[in-house]
């Protein structure tokens, strides 16, 4: 097959040769990212549960997942949830097939509960969070799309996916500090770390600054001095973690909005670990990118992936697509230094086949671009015959997609 490959040089500076760079990470407790990942979650279970019962997963997209805040009284020693968080699970997906009926939304509410016990350690779904679900069968064109190819889907929409690498210091630093604070092992360490964590990184030159905010859980904070004492040792490992992967000086920030004389009122000091407890509600798609970060200096898709069907929608799977293209030729590809990847489909056209693979490549000398080119190219068309492993991936819960 004779795939639409078109490989140029890209005209940008090396990332880390730029003056400036901002990144930015939601961590796994925050709303935003509590909507992506039940969304997920939900698709995930559908998946299985489509394939036990008809050996194919049938049409859903369950991206539309909605969080709104509760209320709560955090205070030292721990505190009370006033009112539950409440949850809306909306979108489409296939509840009936050849006369039998899928229960589409207990499956649903048991994988977003199942998702928030695995994910929040100090949120309880069944006493602390009200879910409840929505789910429409979908539109007959957009299921016959999706059914009519057996082996490679046909693409449901015309969209696109974008992806990048490597990925720069300032960006590995924003996302594996976010990894660290939500660890099992940290939160065995430093339970008071709560899960809500949001990391902004910025590199100004040679000098990076990571300013992150984390959420502390109340029961396991007797006072300020153990707050306080919560933070310092957050920042002494993240120095550390700091330290193995840039040579640059990193001054961490955390908490910077604290004003500790006001006690309970002046921290961010919760019941659970998250802000959805108490005035911060979240959406799907309004968060991390399926990179794990939001990168306004670097290309991005606007694309919700989490909960949209790993079959056959492209701005879910050619997102995640065209990170792993980027990666693989920076990484088997020795002359390149920086690739973008650009994929584009057309509604109906198998989803191995886009519209357009356009990857832009910065080669470490202007002689090496021309062998590069040749290795891009092989290397997104092997990608995009083996496509159906995304899929693969993406059910088993091998790929996030914020």
């Given amino acids: 097959m004779a795939r639409n490959i078109v490989v140029d040089k890209l005209v940008a500076k090396y990332v880390e040769d730029t003056e400036v760079e901002i990144v930015e990470r939601k961590g796994i407790g925050h709303p935003d990212s509590m909507s992506d990942g039940m969304a997920d979650a939900v698709s995930r279970a559908l998946c299985k549960e489509y394939m036990k019962r008809f050996g194919t997963v049938m049409h859903h997209n369950t991206d539309q997942t909605e969080v709104v805040a509760g209320q709560s009284r955090p205070k030292f020693g721990g505190g009370a949830i006033v009112e539950p968080i409440y949850v809306l699970l909306v979108g489409r997906a296939t509840n009936e097939v050849n006369g039998e009926l899928v229960p589409v939304s207990e499956i649903a509410i048991k994988a977003a509960k199942n998702y928030i016990r695995d994910t929040i350690v100090n949120l309880d779904p069944d006493t602390q969070m009200e879910i409840n679900s929505r789910y429409g069968a ?82 396991y904070v007797s006072g300020v001095k153990d707050y306080l004492e919560n933070i310092e040792k957050a920042k002494e490992n993240l120095t550390k973690m700091a330290g193995k992967i840039t040579t640059r000086g990193v001054d961490i920030s955390i908490n910077h909005g604290d004003i500790p004389a006001l006690n309970e009122q002046g921290l961010f000091l919760t019941v659970t670990g998250t802000s959805a407890e108490n005035g911060d509600d979240g959406s799907v798609g309004r968060g991390n990118r399926v990179s794990g970060l939001i990168t306004p200096g670097r290309p991005m898709s606007m694309e919700a992936a989490s909960g949209k069907n790993p079959i056959n929608h492209v701005g879910k799977i050619y997102n995640i697509l065209s990170f792993r293209i980027a990666d693989t030729i920076v990484k088997e590809v020795p002359e390149v230094r920086q690739a ?38 092989d290397i997104a068309d092997d990608m995009l015959a083996k496509i159906r492993q995304v899929t693969d991936d993406v059910i088993n819960g091998k790929v996030k997609t914020f």
Wanted: hydrophobic letters at 35%; charged letters at 25%; one cysteine or more.
């Fill in 138 to 219: 979908g539109s007959a064109d957009l299921q016959s799309v999706f059914k009519n190819r057996k082996d490679i889907p046909g693409a449901n929409d015309t969209s696109f996916g974008i992806g990048f690498a490597p990925f720069s210091e300032v960006e590995q630093l924003t996302l594996q500090a976010e990894h660290w604070i939500n660890a099992r092992e940290t939160k065995k360490k430093i339970p008071g770390l709560g899960e809500d964590v949001k990391v902004m990184g910025l590199r100004n030159k040679d000098k990076i600054t990571l300013t992150i905010c984390i959420a502390q859980v109340d029961k």
């Fill in 340 to 377: 973008d990847v650009q994929l584009m489909s057309q509604i109906g056209s198998p989803i191995d086949d886009p519209k357009m693979c356009y990857i832009s490549i910065l080669p470490k000398n202007e002689k090496d671009f021309a062998s590069a080119q040749r290795q891009a190219v």
